[in-house]
C-alpha cells in the first residue's frame, strides 16, 4: 500500500515543481518581450539633420558616408528637396510651391540611432558634435520632451517587470523548497536509521541529492516544453506579439528554467537532509 503513496507523492512534486517553474519561466519571457518593445521603441527615435541649400549632392553624398560610420547611428535615410516636397503635399493635401512660388524644403538625412544613444543627454552631444564638424548641416531636429518622456515610461516598466521577476523568484524559491523538505520530511526516521548504522553523511545525501536534481531537470524541460507549444501557438495567431520574443533570448530563458530548478532542487535537498541528520531522534517525532 505505500507505494502507490510515494508515487502519488512523487508525481505531485513533479506537478508542483513543473507548474512554479512554468510562471517563473513566463515571467521571464514577459520581460523579455518588454525589452524588445523597449528597444523597438528607441529604434523610432531619429534625428534629422537639415542640409544647408548650398550644399551640392556630391558633398552630402560624402557626408551622409561619414554619418553612416559613426558609432551611434544604426541607419540614414536621405531625403532630397524634392521628396520632402512631395511627402508634404501629401500631407497638407495641397502644394506649397503654388502659394510661396518656390520650394520651402531643404534637404535632409534622417538618421535612426542605436539603443544605446537614445537618451537625450547622448543626443544633445551628438548635436552639438555635428554642428560643430559639420558646416553644411543648418539644423538638426528631435523631439527632446518626446523622448525623454518615453525614456521615463520605458524605465518605469522595466523596473516594475524586473521587480515582479525578483519577487517571482522568491517565491518559487521558497515553493519549491517547501515541496522538496516536504517530499524528503516521510524519510527523516530511515535517514537517522541510515545514520546509526554507520553511513557517512555523505553518502545519504546522495541519493537524494541526485533525485531532486532529476525532479529539477524533468520538471524544467516540461515546463519549457509547455512554453515553446505556447510561443509556437502564438506565433500562428499573434505574429506581431511572438515578434517580441527573439530566439536567442527564449534559449536563455529556457536555460535559466531548466538552471534555476535544479539548484532549487538540489540546494533544497542538501539542506533538508542536513537538518534531519543533525536532529537527535527524539526531535524527529516533534516536527
Known sequence: MKRPVVKIQTISVYISTTLV?????????????????????????KMTLVIDDKTDEAAISKLRTVIDSKEYVQESKYISKEQALEEEKKSLGHDPMELLGYNPYEAQIEITLKNDFTETGKMAEIEQELKKRYKSISEIIYHKNNID?????INKIALMLLTLLILLTVISWSLIGNLVRLSIYSKRFLLHTMKLVGATWGFIRKPFLLNNMCIGLVSGIIANTILGIGVYLLQGEAYDIASLLPMDKLVLVGLAVVVFGIIICTLCAFLSVTRFLRMRNNDLYFI
Open 149 to 153: 518622456t518615453v525614456n521615463n515610461n
Open 21 to 45: 517553474l512554468l510562471l517563473l519561466g513566463i515571467m521571464g519571457l514577459l520581460f523579455v518581450g518588454g525589452q524588445s518593445v523597449s528597444e523597438r521603441v528607441k529604434e523610432s527615435f
